[in-house]
């Protein structure tokens, strides 16, 4: 199968053929149509997690999909060949990766696509959107309250900016002047704040009391978490533990994704809901996938990457 690979550590990934994965017990084989780039494979690409996680040369780059159900292992209960279904790789494992024609994965990570999403959506919901949502359960946003959106142009805070609102928050999102302001809008922000600005001072011309809730998907924590009302609740992305936000009057959540079935499934009833868009910027094809990832970080939603 084709796959895009990272060799080493020297040398930019490329598309190679590299041996088809076979299904064992409680796994499936999914023909990949759709899969989106993340933080996490910039990551990886760059070395990051060097000397935190094991890197099987050559590592196949890629977390979330969503394409057919090719074949099952003994075992597998809930899906059968022929299933249009979408999911991501968990954990920080690097042995499998979902730029490619073909995944092995176990069932608990996949859910159906339904009528009223494509595979492209689908392709570009599993870690972001999964991550949003844990995100926004986390801060549990009411009814009137105002809360921060940082990193709302990226594909967890597009998404996040979604969900909040659609709980009846007022959503206060980053986002430079202009069609990225005018992107998060679109979205459901109520109010945009320039980031390379004073962001502190924008918020607080918005909300002079402080923001009921923050999620962190970008920027400095120790600015944000100074804009909580008294016991606000901070949900970072970037955080390994509560501790290392260091807010003493607040309550701080370190969201570690997991993209398991009943997320999913929940995710792509909000889109056939009406209630979640699926911003994509662009989408290329898997010989053009280093194109995608320099793509990645101005882009506004999520960048695709579709296998023939």
């Not at 000397?51 to 899906?79: C, H, K, N, S, W």
Request: charged content about 15%; cysteine-free; hydrophobic content about 50%.
């Amino acid at each position: 199968m084709q796959a895009f690979v990272m060799r080493d550590f020297e040398s930019p990934p490329t598309v190679e053929w590299v041996p088809t994965p076979q299904p064992g017990t409680g796994e499936l084989l999914v023909r990949i149509r759709a899969a989106s780039v993340n933080g996490f494979d910039f990551g990886v690409l760059s070395g990051m997690l060097r000397g935190m996680i094991e890197y099987p040369f050559p590592v196949v780059l890629g977390r979330d999909f969503a394409g057919t159900v090719e074949a099952v292992g003994e075992g597998v209960t809930q899906f059968s060949p022929g299933d249009a279904v979408f999911g991501a790789v968990t954990g920080l494992s690097l042995s499998s990766g979902t730029f490619a024609t073909y995944l092995v994965i176990g069932e608990q990570s996949l859910a159906r696509i339904p009528a009223g999403v494509d595979v492209v959506q689908a392709g570009a919901l599993g870690v972001a959107g999964a991550t949003a949502l844990q995100a926004v359960d986390a801060i549990a946003p009411q009814p009137g309250e105002t809360i921060v959106v940082s990193g709302a142009t990226g594909g967890v805070g597009a998404y996040a900016v979604q969900l909040a609102a659609a709980r009846g928050a007022t959503v206060i999102a980053t986002a430079k002047p202009g069609a990225a302001a005018d992107f998060v809008r679109r979205l459901g922000a109520t109010h945009t704040v320039d980031y390379t600005d004073d962001l502190a001072a924008q918020v607080r011309a918005i909300a002079p009391d402080g923001v009921a809730a923050v999620i962190h998907a970008a920027g400095d924590v120790t600015e944000l978490g100074s804009l909580l009302l008294p016991g606000g609740r901070l949900a970072s992305t970037l955080l390994m533990s509560p501790e290392q936000a260091g807010l003493a009057d607040a309550s701080v959540t370190a969201v570690m994704v997991n993209p398991d079935g009943a997320t999913l499934e929940r995710l792509a009833a909000e889109v056939v809901a009406g209630r979640l868009q699926v911003p994509i910027e662009r989408t290329y094809a898997l010989t053009a996938a280093d194109q995608a990832f320099a793509e990645f970080s101005g882009a506004l939603g999520k960048v695709v990457i579709t296998i023939d």
